[in-house]
């Protein structure tokens, strides 16, 4: 059994990884020669739409999948109208749209902070007469990792933030004053069997997440499972789904979610039974998921823009060390580390020396 | 940092697979372009000997190991006579004739069975004045999973035995009426560091291991260590070791030892909070070792022979499939499973699910 994954990233090569053991094999496209999960599979390397590459994919792989949700609808569509892609197109069109995604958790009864959607500085303005200050200006499209995001502090800050933007559609919403951000990852198979892990605590610095904690028993579990199962069930989604939000006092506002493998579910790899990588496979294939069950308490450090030294990290009680083999540069994701711990009060301390660790190669 | 490994089949895959994440490149020698590790690293194809290619995995290695202990001696000294080689020639040199082995065993204080050497029917005969039947005649180099080994009954089988054996130097031993079979994998670094995972207990048929069990807090356990650092130590040994052992009446008695990562030690993949594979790759890096506390109680069991359906696998809860990518064949180990449970009770009634499934497919 082969799977076609596009990109070829660090997600694609903790894919390849869960999957090797499973007896499958794995055939990559990258715009990237050096791209990290390469070695791991046969590589296409060229553009995400270029049509030789993608027929080949198609004829190559018995299922599709991604690691991004950038992924353009026509790509989408063609490979979906060729072979098995899971998940299906609709998920991806409207996760990679900020406005389509609010609309959307509207629909279907899931809390957002309030928003609006501006296509000119007038309707900025116009938006920010209902909305109170502060608020987030993003892009519609192609934000990550805060990226394509102005704070409005005061009216004073709308035209330059419009401008920013250089005209591209964007949607403004409230600030949430959370108490917490929690992810929720879910995975459902193609027979609609469907799993949770347990929260996940994360923890952003500059838009970009530094540590996810696993929250057994947390008393915003249900809450969390109840909105997922709705995404899942709206979107006939098939794969692992992640779903971001805020807790303030108590009640869950969504944020946003990604139709894939997510960062903060990568404490999974030690700290549950099965893997969000192991489970996302089991659920395109259709075979049994596997137990979200967590294996002791567990937590990830994600290392930015530099690396630690290996002898230093791995020299921390059960500390694992999960390096991308990316080159080290600004801002970018290049390992992270998972560490699992018998009581809470341990897993604290750990998770402080690891940080510490990546604070000190941290340059962003 | 690359490691070349003599070998690729199943012990070099996993060991890539382990150190992958580590951020490691692997260089395999095998005669078999088809050997199941080449995927995961860039494979060298020929002989074992063959001096174009050891020159090869010399000067491209930073440091080398191997996946199986008949290693030819003028190998194992060309390679460390050219770069890093851990464990040391001299522990394979050991490993892979009995009598060397049995006669180590003796020189620094850890029990066997009575034995004796063999080199013609009149040696046998001699040699069985002394030793009790039944015993076992074994040939001193070459064997494993039971080859090349005859029970002797009576003085009636000697001269077919030792005919089987064709003239090959071999040792007789008396055959031990253990309770039951443990082994321990340990580790120790280039630095001398040492841990010890808990005893494996270990069920063999047809010369062939079956069903292992991570038994924390066994009564042996401390024995165990004793004789296996003793091991370790007067070895100067470098790397993963598994001790086999036979259990009689509360005293162990050695059968053998592995100088490398051992089946009766897959449990650890998810067993252990470090697995033997890491381990051994860290102790040879001379990197901190990792912890080998149990998590959870963790079984595994072998697929001989046949696969089982990834389906009905994956369908036994906390299953963890490891295939090994190679065709099915008889008597041929293809892959393994491990389980984890949370009770010993529970452990025993996975293992016995997945037994089954594994004597389904089991044509020896």
Known sequence: MRVGILGAGQLARMIALAGTPLGLEFIFLDPSADACANKLGEPLIGDYNDPKLLAQLAERA???????????????????SHTQV???????????????EKTFFHDIDIPTPAYAAVDSLESLEQAMTTLCYP?????????YDGKGQSLLKSADDLK?????????????????PFNREVSIIAVRSVSGEIVFYPLSEN?????????????????MQQQAESYVSRLLEELDYVGVLALELFEMDGHLVANEFAPRVHNSGH??????ETSQFENHLRAILDLPLGSTAPVGNAA????????????ELLAIPHAHLHLYDKAPRKGRKVAHATVRAESREQLSELVKKLAALADQVDDS
């Not at 299922?63 to 992924?71: A, I, P, Q």
């Not at 899971?86 to 389509?100: E, F, M, N, T, V």
């Not at 608020?135 to 192609?142: D, E, F, G, M, V």
Request: with cysteine; net charge negative; glycine share 8%.
């Open 267 to 272: 404490w999974t790899i030690e700290g549950a």
């Open 86 to 100: 899971h998940p299906a197109p609709k998920a991806l069109a409207i996760a990679q749209d900020r406005l389509l």
């Open 160 to 176: 330059s933030a419009w401008e920013l933007l250089q005209g591209v559609p964007a949607v403004v919403e409230a600030f949430v």
């Open 135 to 143: 608020a987030i200006l993003k892009s519609r499209t192609q934000g």
């Open 203 to 219: 923890l952003h610095r500059g838009g970009i997440l530094r540590v996810s904690e696993c929250r057994a028993d947390d008393p």
């Open 62 to 80: 018995d299922v599709v999948t991604y690691e991004f949700e950038n992924v353009p609808a026509e790509v989408a569509e063609f490979l979906a």
């Open 300 to 311: 990830m450090v994600n290392f930015i823009g530099g690396l630690p030294k290996t002898e």
